[in-house]
């Protein structure tokens, strides 16, 4: 057989149908994730043809963007932006109860966002497909899963069917050579990338991320990594799976045991691209020319070093988005005055992440003026910051540690920055709104937003790590 | 779906690239658990002033593009999240058909689920048709192409099983079920060394 990329055996691996002129391909799904905001509708699609929902055991639910990250008040209620808010998350309990589906709801000890506890419970592994009616979901290509997001009809379909009607997508290859300099992490790659590829630089494609600098990271950065792909218009981000995907998942819940783990990982083994295999396009960019990066617009595509000069606009659309971040060209973002810190969001809200935060924030203070919220990605995450007492460091510096949930990142459940606020962010998107309407957002990593809250300005965090971290 | 074959309209044009679906339906307004009545929130942000009247800076509120169901949008129109809100949103709005010379994966597969036409036409096409908003076309689903006042006309591609769908009104979700036999046969070939 000829040279095959992951992506081609993720592919290969999944028809049901192959695809002709006439007909997109059958493609079978191994994982379907659901989450209350794009779900109900799919369910009633089900009530509304007296479907069953297929495979209930290859179904997993949670809560996460419409959930108050502020605990229960004194009369056990929980503070739900509003009414509609709290009858969807009910709606997706109700389904979840109706149709036979696991739900990490508000009394699991494993609820949190989607994209976290997928990986988490090892429900996420190599080899598989995965998908949910969310584009993040390209955060779970990092274990060598081709996972992608979907719509709602979609959604419906693989509840009926455990399928979905896919033409193949092109592939690109992003070699980056070459190893991060000390302080820069995988945030400030992905922010990189997509700057260098531009919002559409993906488009129609799956991205492969490769070379030394991706085999050095750690699961958390490649989940970082794969989760802004969709951020680069791509339909897919993926790394190939290796011996430190295999020892993450390893023991989790949801990954095979005993014998099926042995079997498993030969099969694994044998996923990565072969020598030889071709791609669409190749893209390679040099790790090591990498600096603290951040957006200065309102589309992720619009990052640079946070040291460099913004450029001049080229358009009326580019000056707008300047004009709306009230961002200057020829200056730098580095420096500008902040209002709101964000650390939290599927992209930047691990484990990793918030003791990256942390490092920077002990025995330091957030700025006067300045809000700082930190939102664990999940139960687990929480609890683990806790034990190591993450979050006292938090309190201790004037941040608020909140229940976990997608909070600030998509603002639908009552967490936002009020109009011309400038919001560092370790989320995913800074589009305009995003965080509150006239909200400014600036994407960073969890280092670069610490070091901002402390400074109350936008500020290198290569300042603010104690030597061995920099180093 | 109801079959769609032909749209005979005039355009209104936005011409910002990189529209995301946060400005055509934000976030705050995903709570809900029904698809209908959205168009009310289509472009809210943008569209009305703080006051809630609207606005008239946004191209849609003018008289002129009153009634328009073609949108010419500037390129990568749909960037962002995979929510069907937006082709919802949009169709709910009065749009029926998107042209732009780049459009976002999710949102263009979602679109067309929906039978709203996600068109991506040339750059030299898109270019002219941002220049002449209020330009009436007609577009042909079937002969897949877009007719000019003067008698032009632009090509475009769809799809085949896309365009099948939009033509006949086709169940996707029923297409899909006819194969529940072969996925079974999938399902039991793949799955036969678990348990
Ligand atoms: S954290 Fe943000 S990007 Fe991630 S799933 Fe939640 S809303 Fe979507």
């Given at each position: 057989m000829s040279a095959r990329t992951l992506f081609e055996k993720l592919w290969d691996a999944h028809l049901v149908a192959p695809e002709s002129a006439d007909t997109p391909a059958i493609l079978y799904i191994d994982l379907h994730l659901v989450h209350e905001v794009t779900s109900p509708q799919a369910f009633d699609e089900l009530r509304g043809r007296g479907l069953p929902l297929r495979r209930p055991d290859r179904t997993l639910a949670t809560l996460d963007h419409s959930t108050p990250t502020l605990p229960p008040g004194p009369d056990g209620e929980r503070p739900y932006a509003n009414a509609e808010a709290k009858a969807q998350v009910a709606t997706l309990e109700a389904n979840c109860a109706e149709f036979g589906i696991e739900l990490h709801g508000w009394d699991s000890s494993d609820r949190g966002i989607v994209h976290v506890i997928g990986p988490e419970l090892g429900a996420t592994q190599p080899g598989m497909t995965i998908v949910c009616g969310d584009s993040h979901t390209s955060t779970h290509g990092a274990f060598g899963a081709l996972a992608f997001g979907i719509g709602t009809t979609e959604v419906g379909h693989v509840m009926a069917t455990q399928c979905l009607l896919q033409r193949k997508p092109k592939t690109l290859a992003i070699h980056v050579d070459g190893a991060l300099p000390k302080g820069v992490g995988a945030k400030d790659l992905i922010l990189h990338i997509i700057g260098q590829i531009g919002v559409d630089g993906g488009t129609g494609h799956v991205i492969e991320y490769r070379g030394p600098a991706i085999e050095a990271l750690s699961m958390e950065e490649r989940m970082t990594v794969c989760n802004m792909s969709i951020e680069a218009g791509a339909r897919a981000g993926l790394i190939a799976p290796d011996a430190t995907t295999f020892a993450w998942l390893k023991g989790r819940p949801h990954a095979p045991q005993g014998a099926d783990w042995d079997a498993a990982v030969a099969a694994w083994r044998a996923l990565p691209s072969d020598e030889g295999a071709r791609y669409d396009r190749e893209v390679r960019i040099d790790a090591s020319q990498i600096r603290p990066t951040v957006t200065y617009?309102?589309?992720?595509?619009?990052?640079?070093?946070?040291?460099t000069p913004v450029p001049a606009p080229r358009n009326a659309v580019e000056q707008r988005a300047l004009d709306y971040m009230q961002a200057r060209a020829g200056h730098a973002m580095q420096g500008m005055p902040v209002d709101v810190v964000f650390v939290g969001s599927c992209t930047n809200s691990r484990l990793s992440d918030l003791r990256e935060a942390a490092e920077v924030l002990r025995g330091r203070r957030v700025a006067d003026g300045v809000r700082m919220l930190v939102v664990p990605g999940s139960e687990a995450v929480r609890r683990d910051a806790e034990r190591e007492g993450l979050h006292e460091v938090f309190a201790a510096a004037g941040a608020e540690w909140r229940v976990p949930g997608c909070s600030m990142c998509i603002a639908m459940n009552g967490d936002l920055a009020q109009p011309g606020q400038l919001v560092v962010s370790t989320s995913n998107r800074n589009f305009e709104g995003r965080q509150g309407k006239g909200a400014r957002t600036v994407l960073a990593s969890p280092a670069t937003a610490a070091a901002s809250a402390v400074a109350g300005r936008i500020a290198d965090p290569r300042g603010y790590m104690n030597q061995e971290q920099a180093a | 779906m109801k079959p769609v074959t032909r749209i005979h309209s005039r355009t209104a044009v936005l011409a910002d690239e990189n529209i995301d679906t946060d400005r055509i339906?934000?976030?705050?307004?995903?709570?809900?658990?029904?698809?209908?009545?959205?168009g009310r929130r289509c472009f809210n942000d943008w569209r009305y002033q703080a006051d809630g009247s609207d606005n008239p800076a946004f191209p849609l509120n003018r008289p002129e593009a009153k009634g328009c169901a073609i949108l010419v949008a500037g390129r990568n129109f749909g960037c962002g999240s995979s929510r069907e809100h937006a082709p919802w949103a949009l169709l709910d709005y009065g749009i029926q058909a998107v042209l732009c010379s780049e459009i976002a994966d999710i949102f263009r597969n979602n679109a067309l689920k929906n039978g709203l036409l996600a068109i991506v036409v040339s750059e030299a096409e898109h270019h002219w048709l941002l220049e002449h908003p209020g330009v009436e076309l007609a577009i042909d689903v079937r002969e897949q192409h877009i007719s000019l006042p003067d008698g032009g006309r632009i090509r475009f591609q769809l799809e085949r099983f896309a365009r099948h769908c939009l033509l006949e009104g086709v169940d996707q979700l029923g297409f899909l079920l006819q194969h529940a036999e072969t996925i079974t046969r999938y399902e039991f070939q793949h799955e036969e060394h678990a348990a």
């Open positions: 617009g309102t589309h992720p595509g619009m990052a640079i070093a946070m040291d | 339906i934000p976030a705050r307004f995903l709570t809900t658990t029904t698809r209908e009545g959205l």
